[in-house]
């Protein structure tokens, strides 16, 4: 609790100073005195007075503000104070204290990104992890282990890397240089054409090779009266260790109880349960050794991707009568090869009836049941996506963690002035597909959510930290240009309007104003308070519970 409350109030008092000192800055620069530069609301905590500046903090970080003398509407000056004061500054004057605070939460992100780069960012290597069969990847000899070095000549540093320049040419061959176990190797690979959603939710035609940068983890499903089961294991376990030999995927793992010298042996697997840890034994059996693929699957160990861990409540698969531990062999009579066909085949059915066979405890069982729309489609581009409500026990290694450095520190720049552009962009689309209501208004949070993510990430390490602390940044800075009378927008739009019309709008439009902005943006708080009430209800409650 207290990392989550430091942390929070660290990422918020960086970014709402920052905010305020543009404004300050901008204002010394134009000649205008600054009364108070407060950093936080409500009752002080402690204050200082400056040469003409009191500066102080004060108990909720959750806001902040720089007070030019002649802001406030009516507000009184000495005719010797008139010429440093807000009102005496010419238009672009006024302009560039106003838009200030959101330009030094954009221009933030810069030294961040520069400072990463040049110190070392961590990042995923580019090397193939999962291979889905009958994918591109298949098809053009890839392998698990293989480490891309190049896309047609472009030096791939990354599996982020990897992964964009795939999903940006569906259906364009692409020459891909990479280096498998000592040795570079050339292969041509074609990204098949797919439906996918983009990070603002919306529909788009991407590249889909079929590959991952993780695998399958060492978590297992296990037949229904295999040797495995009666050895005491059970479907969502992970096997952690064979013997004294540790494993971390299910390769590693299948590689490992069938290596020569395994037969007929009796293996003690290490496994992890609801977070406790115990020793199984298992006895392999004693054909000629070493083991074949038969004798491997007659041990029942499977992969978990196809065995159900949870069904979603009022969903399609609880009405249906799916379980827990049902493991899905069939739709429609086709046989599955793992979760990512169950997927597709969903998808490509749509709201049609399907008939789906699971194993149940080593019965077979015909269920019928109808996918419904998760995501609607809000226009002929668009598609919808649809589910049936239910999550499986696969899980995923996240890939070999690089630290990415670059020596350049022009290139560092570059790269850093590009990524805060790319972020900014998306940040403008995703308000803009708010307000034409192409994203719900369910996404919308409140310093609650701000609160949770920087707990979250602080617990991660900095790396994560730093990226939340870039992305509210963008966002705080471009949400105080929206034209809402009490934002920094606001305030921009009405200096617009005196400009057109000539002459300072009236005192009591000003107030109108104000009061309707003050309104609108408590209207909006509310929303994200109650979207975060309702996001977090379970923590909350134990929260309660737990210190009251």
């Avoid at 009266?225 to 479907?235: F, H, M, Q, R």
């Avoid at 010298?261 to 392999?284: M, N």
Wanted: neutral net charge.
């Amino acid at each position: 609790m207290w990392l989550t409350i430091i942390a929070a109030v660290i990422l918020l008092g960086v970014l709402i100073f920052i905010h305020e000192l543009g404004h300050f800055v901008a204002c010394r620069l134009t000649g205008v005195k600054v009364e108070r530069f407060s950093i936080g609301f409500g009752p002080q905590l402690f204050s200082f007075q400056g040469r003409e500046t009191l500066y102080r903090v004060a108990l909720l970080p959750l806001g902040g503000y720089v007070k030019p003398l002649g802001e406030e509407p009516g507000e009184t000056i000495s005719p010797e104070d008139y010429k440093v004061s807000l009102p005496a500054k010419s238009a672009p004057a006024r302009l560039l204290i106003f838009a200030a605070g959101t330009l030094f939460n954009l221009l933030l992100p810069i030294p961040i990104f520069f400072a990463i780069a040049l110190w070392g960012q961590p990042t995923v290597a580019p090397e193939i992890g999962s291979i889905r069969p009958g994918s591109p990847a298949a098809v053009a000899g890839l392998q698990t282990g293989d480490r891309v070095l190049a896309i047609d000549q472009k030096e791939i540093r990354s599996f982020e890397e990897l992964a964009k320049i795939i999903a940006q040419r569906p259906a364009e061959p692409l020459s891909i240089k990479l280096e498998r176990e000592g040795k570079t190797l050339a292969v041509s690979l074609t990204p098949l054409r797919k439906d996918g959603r983009n990070l603002l939710g919306e529909s788009v035609e991407e590249g889909d090779a079929g590959i991952l940068p993780g695998e399958i983890s060492s978590r297992v499903g296990i037949a229904p009266g295999s040797p495995a089961e009666k050895a005491g294991l059970k479907t969502g376990d992970t096997i952690t260790r064979v013997g004294t030999v540790p494993v971390g995927t299910f390769r590693e793992l299948r590689k490992e109880m069938i290596s020569p010298g395994r037969s007929g042996a009796t293996l003690i697997l290490a496994v992890q349960r609801d977070k406790s840890e115990a020793e199984l034994s298992l006895k392999l059996p004693l054909p000629p050794a070493p083991l074949s693929e038969k004798d491997w699957d007659g041990l029942g160990i499977l992969t978990p991707e196809l065995f159900i861990s949870d069904v979603l409540p009022d969903s399609p698969a609880g009405r249906a009568g799916f379980m827990p531990g049902d493991r899905i062999l069939t739709i429609d009579g086709k046989k599955l090869s793992g979760w990512e066909e169950l997927v597709e085949l969903v998808q490509a059915g749509g709201a049609s009836p399907r008939q789906v066979q699971v194993d149940r405890g080593g019965s077979l069982l015909n269920l019928a049941v109808t996918p419904e729309a998760e995501i609607a489609a809000k226009s002929p581009r668009e598609k919808s996506t649809f589910r049936i409500g239910i999550r499986s026990y696969l899980e995923y290694t996240s890939g070999r963690i690089i630290k990415l450095r670059e020596k350049n520190p022009g290139k560092a720049l570059v790269q850093s002035v590009e990524k805060t552009w790319e972020f900014s962009y998306l940040t403008v689309r995703g308000i803009l597909s708010l307000i034409e209501g192409r994203i719900s208004w369910k996404n919308v949070g409140s310093p609650i959510l701000i609160v949770k993510l920087a707990g979250d990430s602080a617990r991660s390490g900095w790396y994560p930290y730093l990226f939340l602390l870039v992305i509210i940044s963008i966002n705080l800075g471009i949400l105080n240009l929206l034209p809402i009378p009490i934002f920094d927008g606001g305030q921009i739009l009405l200096l617009l309007i005196e400009a057109v019309i000539r002459h300072p709008l009236s005192l009591k439009t000003r107030e109108v104003t104000s009061q309707i902005g003050f309104a609108l943006v408590l209207l909006i708080m509310a929303l994200a308070v109650y979207n975060d009430l309702i996001r977090f209800q379970d923590d909350i409650i134990n929260f309660i519970k737990r210190w009251f």
